[in-house]
């Protein structure tokens, strides 16, 4: 008989496990790598307005942190060499319209 219940409790123990794993949500953070125009920097908050060359995202954020790498091909260069008009190569996490930047680059 105890061993009965023993099955039975490991068997609800484990549906019960198996039910929690349903309501753990999605990461809202995603790598991505694009290309897009700047339309406005701000160097004061070393962030900059960007309107993306290929996801139909509307404009965001691409915030900028001081580990962001920035490149003119292979030379490093500073956020305030970029302008606005410039198309850029990105690379970072998306979470929602803010993009923080791992790396930044002139794309000509």
């Not at 900059?48 to 404009?59: A, C, K, Q, V």
């Amino acid at each position: 008989m105890s061993r009965i219940i023993f099955v039975v409790v490991v068997l609800l123990a484990s549906i019960a496990a198996n039910a929690s794993d349903r309501f753990i949500s999605a990461p809202s953070h995603t790598l991505i790598s694009t290309t897009g125009r700047i339309v406005k920097m701000d160097t004061n908050s070393r962030t900059m307005r960007i309107r993306p060359s290929h996801f139909n995202l509307g404009e965001y954020t691409l915030a900028t942190t001081s580990d962001t790498a920035f490149q003119d091909g292979t030379d490093c260069i500073r956020f305030e060499d970029f302008n606005n008009g410039e198309t850029i190569s990105i690379r970072g996490i998306l979470n929602g319209t803010i993009l923080t930047a791992s790396r930044v680059a002139k794309w000509d």
